[in-house]
Nanobody
Framework: EVLVAESGGGSVQAGGSLRLSCATS?????????VAWFRQAPGKEREGISC????????YLADSVQGRFAISTDNAKRTVYLQMNSLKPEDTAVYYC??????????????????WGQGTQVTVSS
């Protein structure tokens, strides 16, 4: 069974931290493989905020989260993490993990990904 599943969301106060996890299984990683994090706030478009790519582990962080968020991967566990520090109320959104079963490298374009998780809510209060 193909699985892309997020966990770790929750409610925190501004300045707090959360770590999201994205567990993947049931499909073969291609050589140029990426996993990305997207988020969607109420009334807004879904935006890509981070990705990590094989084979070189190259990472991307959007300007809005640069310096506060970090993406990493445990290849043995096929899990990707998004460490979120110094959270702001504007970070409140549903966070989605997306993976690709086709060659995809260093992109947060939605059409680069064909497997999506159900999302996890992150709420940051002021």
């Amino acid at each position: 069974e193909v699985l892309v599943a997020e966990s770790g969301g929750g409610s925190v106060q501004a300045g707090g931290s959360l770590r999201l996890s994205c567990a993947t299984s049931g499909f073969t990683y291609v050589d140029d493989w990426s996993v990305a994090w997207f988020r969607q706030a109420p009334g807004k478009e879904r935006e890509g905020i981070s990705c990590i790519s094989r084979p070189d582990g190259r990472t991307y962080l959007a300007d809005s989260v640069q310096g506060r968020f970090a993406i990493s991967t445990d290849n043995a566990k096929r899990t990707v993490y998004l460490q979120m520090n110094s959270l702001k109320p504007e970070d409140t959104a549903v966070y989605y993990c997306a993976a690709a079963t086709k060659p995809t490298y260093y992109t947060t374009a939605r059409d680069g990904y064909d497997l999506w998780g159900q999302g996890t809510q992150v709420t940051v209060s002021s």
